[in-house]
């Protein structure tokens, strides 16, 4: 009981970047930019997908919603990260904070995966089974789809987050990372983690690995579909299309499977900060991006958005 008592009063802290204010103000300035940035990007997707009758189809509906995810996504690290670097790594959370900051990273990071899975879904049904298209990709199923997401996201951070915070932490608070990472918080625990890891290793197994499996089978099956199309500009069209998931893809699951998918023995806690950086603050600046500058029917209802204004 008494350790109980002594972990649930445990305030964490968070390594600085460095010792030199200097250089934490630069860093300072980069992850506010690059937050910022972030934001209205994602949000400028999410309105003008909202406010474009032409862009109510299924692809752009998941394309919205992946925009939204973003947002909160890198809200739930940014600004608590920001805070941190402001005070020299004096900005304490507790161990509830650091619980719900860690849920809610699980949370959106796993529905993140999982809609990817789903937004491959639809290219695949949209390039190999157009005719059906609109059949198959219903509204209803297209919100269950995302619903699914959100719900698969919840079940599996939920378990993994309880289990992680019912470790006792004794006297080192210090989180070699600027937010509640899984294995940074799991490597300050006074107790044998091996069960836990292992928890982790099969969430990040199932977030991970099988939606990867599910994309690269459904692109498979896309690059097949257009090596078969006669038309040079359908064929143009569709590899556009379906190259600016596969950069996202590429970007998310190849860092987060660095960071998860690793063995623990192998993990480095100076590399997990540096690539965490990439999936947390850089592949949701990158999403609006990538998508809006290799999608023709996004870059016009922007600009006809913006005339109107």
């Known amino acids: 009981m008494e350790g109980i008592n002594k972990t649930s009063k445990i305030q964490f802290f968070f390594c600085p970047f ?13 992850f506010l ?7 209205s990007g994602n949000a400028t997707i999410a309105v003008i997908v909202q406010v474009n009758h032409s862009l109510h189809t299924p692809m752009y509906f998941f394309l919205a919603n992946l925009a939204v995810l973003e947002i909160f996504y890198t809200s739930s690290i940014a600004p608590l990260a920001l805070a941190n670097l402001l005070s020299m790594g004096k900005t304490s959370v507790s ?13 959106l990071g796993g529905a993140d995966c999982v809609l990817l899975a789903v937004m491959a879904y639809d290219r695949f049904i ?17 919100v269950e789809l995302v619903a699914g997401s959100l719900v698969l996201g919840f079940l599996l ?9 019912h ?10 990372h600027f937010y509640c990472d899984m294995p940074a918080v799991m490597h300050l625990a006074c107790a044998d983690t091996h069960v836990h890891e292992t928890a982790l290793c099969i969430i990040s197994f199932i977030v991970l690995s099988i939606p990867l499996s599910l994309i690269s089978i459904s692109y498979i099956f896309i690059v097949a579909a257009i090596l078969r199309t006669q038309s040079a500009e359908g064929r143009h069209r569709a590899f556009s299309t379906c190259s600016s998931h596969i950069i996202v893809v ?16 192998r993990y480095s806690p100076e590399m997990g900060r540096v690539v965490s950086v990439v999936y947390t603050f850089i592949t949701p600046i990158l999403n609006p991006l990538i998508y809006s500058m290799r999608n023709k029917e996004l870059k016009d209802a922007l600009r006809n958005t913006l005339r109107k204004f």
């Open 18 to 30: 460095s010792t030199h204010p200097e250089v934490q103000m630069v860093i300072f300035v980069a």
């Open 33 to 39: 930019v690059m937050y910022l940035t972030s934001l």
């Open 95 to 107: 161990i509830t904070g650091c619980g719900t900051q860690m849920f809610f990273f699980v949370f």
């Open 126 to 142: 949209a390039i190999c089974y157009p005719l059906r298209y609109t059949l198959i990709m219903s509204w209803p199923l297209c």
């Open 157 to 165: 951070s939920l378990p993994l987050t309880i289990l992680i915070f």
């Open 167 to 176: 470790l006792p932490f004794c006297n080192n608070n210090e989180i070699y």
């Open 250 to 265: 590429l970007l998310q699951y190849g860092c987060s499977s660095f960071i998860y998918l690793s063995p623990s023995s």
